[in-house]
């Protein structure tokens, strides 16, 4: 069957029993060939799709993830084999599992040739330690436990602080053990379990570094993180501490005279700190040790303190009878004897006597009693004597005390009289201050005065003078005019009438020609009239 609207290619069925036939067409030329153009599309396709396959295989099959505090050993299936003696692949290119493990993150790795296993990290907690202990390497030599090298078998001697590590736990094992606390008032001394032998072993302490042994340096107080099949740590304890002679064993001794004195003690030492390894040494004994650390203070005063306290007594208290012991003054002495004496025994030992006190001293109760009597009657004459002085010593203070009293009223008074003068004298230089200042004024007021008078007297004479010089000229000039009337005083009174008269004198002789006034004038013409002229 052809298909008339397809030129490319056609369909036969020459027979119903046999399937379809395609065949291809040539295209008429100068047309591209279709076959091409479907590979074409194909092999791009086909580099796709092998691409995306091969990214899922890579992602599901190649890859690694290692979670937060975890690692992944490699394990390589192909490459060389290792040797029998070998436990781990020397490098990538022996096949076993790697040294070298893979940290938190994302790897791809070939599974033909690696598979991996996820392990969670070494953890250490707070308050532990961990102890290295190399699984592989070579064997060490003998009677040794310590890997030193990083290629033998063995324990490491350094140890890991609290933290996570990321550790091939094929490769190493990790032991946790507690850290040793060394207290407060404490020493740390330190004994190396695993080293060299020291050149000269019969010394208590070595000091040579880094050799077997007790070792002359010491920890200070504080959490010490040390392999405890390397180092081991005691503890001594350098505080104070106190016990009583008595508790331990009845302390005595015999009398000069036979008797047997018993007495009883405080007795305070501590170890110096910087004998602490020396003291440990010498005087450690493990059998009275326990789980919380070595007793070394029982060791101190069973081999120390107590020996020397009871033969400094009974070496010294022989010396004296047994009543010296009841009197005040022996025990004093006893008592400072015996502290000097433990201080020097003890010291050189490393071991410091604080204070050491005798207590109480049990001499013979035969002996005691009238001794006791006799010495509480010789206290009250010694307090009857003691209250004697005091009363003449309150007497004598009550009297300077009163000559004192008297002493600051007489200087009181001294100081009120002295005050008092001093303050009249300053109110009597102010009062003269004041009355030189009234008299100065007075005085300058005075003066002011005289001369105010002298000024008005001058003023007054000026104007006498002034008055009696114009009335001597107006005078004058009188005289002169009277004797111009040839000394007629009336004439010339007449001559002045007539001149203030004169400017109205015609008019009243013209309006009052019959005026009595002008008899006035009439008597004065007459009396002109009537006197010759001169």
């Known amino acids: 069957m052809n298909d008339s609207n397809n030129d490319d290619f056609s369909i036969e069925k020459p027979f119903e029993s046999q399937e379809p036939k395609i065949q291809w067409k040539t295209p008429p030329p100068g047309r591209k060939k279709p076959w091409k153009l479907y590979t074409g599309l ?68 070939n599974p ?17 330690l961990g102890v290295r202990i190399r699984l592989q390497g070579d064997d060490l030599g003998y009677a040794q436990i310590i890997a030193r090298n990083e290629n033998e078998k063995g ?48 010394v208590p302490v070595s000091i040579e570094p880094d050799t077997r042994g007790v070792q002359a340096t010491t920890y200070n107080p504080g959490t010490v993180y040390v392999n405890p099949y390397v180092t081991h740590v005691s503890l001594v304890d350098c505080r104070s501490q ?84 009841i009197g005040g003054e022996t025990r004093i002495k006893f008592q400072n004897e015996f502290q000097k004496a433990m201080r020097q025994a003890c010291d050189p030992l490393g071991i410091e006597i604080i204070q050491a006190l005798i207590t109480e001293i049990n001499p013979p109760q035969r002996i005691a009693e009238p001794v006791r009597k006799r010495e509480v009657a010789r206290q009250q004459l010694n307090q009857f004597k003691q209250q004697i002085l005091q009363q003449q010593s309150e007497m004598k203070l009550a009297v300077e005390k009163e000559l004192v009293n008297r002493s600051k009223l007489l200087v009181q008074a001294d100081q009120e009289v002295v005050t008092m003068t ?25 003066e002011a005065a005289k001369d105010e008078a002298a000024a008005i007297v001058a003023r007054g004479k000026a104007d006498a003078d002034v008055i009696v010089f114009q009335n001597e000229a107006e ?59 001169q």
Request: hydrophobic share 40%; charged share 25%.
């Open 155 to 202: 324990i490491v001697p350094e140890v890991l602080r609290p933290g996570r590590y990321p550790i091939n736990p094929y490769l190493e094992k990790i032991e946790l053990h507690d850290p040793v606390i060394v207290p407060a008032g404490y020493k740390g001394v330190k004994t190396l379990l695993s080293a060299p032998m020291p050149r000269n072993p019969n």
């Open 242 to 325: 106190r016990f009583n002679l008595a508790d331990l064993e009845d302390m005595g001794f015999p009398s000069k005279d036979g008797f047997w004195v018993s007495l009883d003690g405080i007795i305070e030492f501590r170890v110096k700190p910087e004998h602490a390894a020396e003291v440990f040494v010498i005087y450690n004994d493990a059998s009275n040790d326990d789980k919380n650390g070595e007793r070394i203070d029982e060791e101190i005063r069973n081999k120390i303190i107590m020996p020397n306290a009871r033969s400094f007594c009974r070496l010294l208290g022989s010396n004296n009878s047994g009543r010296d012991f």
């Open 112 to 128: 033909y040739h690696w598979d991996w296993e996820v392990v969670p990290m070494i953890e250490v907690p707070d308050n532990k």
């Open 475 to 533: 005078a004058a000039g009188w005289r002169e005019s009277v004797a111009a009337f040839g000394g007629d005083g009336n004439a010339f009174a007449r001559y002045i009438l007539y001149r203030a008269m004169a400017p109205g004198y015609d008019n009243i002789m013209v309006n009052t020609a019959d005026s009595p006034m002008m008899d006035v004038f009439k008597s004065l013409q007459d009396q002109s009239v009537s006197k010759p002229a």
């Open 42 to 109: 194909g092999s791009f396709f086909f580099l796709i799709l092998f691409a995306a396959l091969f990214a899922w295989f890579a992602y599901t099959s190649c890859r690694i993830e290692v979670p937060a505090k975890h690692i992944a050993v490699l394990i390589k299936k192909t490459g060389l084999d290792i040797e029998n003696h070998q436990e781990l692949a020397p490098d990538a290119d022996h096949k076993g599992i790697q040294k070298q493990v893979l940290s938190e993150g994302r790897y791809f790795y």
């Open 422 to 446: 001093v303050q009249a004298k300053r109110e009597q230089e102010v009062a003269v201050t004041k009355a030189n200042e009234t008299l100065g004024v007075a005085q300058f007021k005075l």
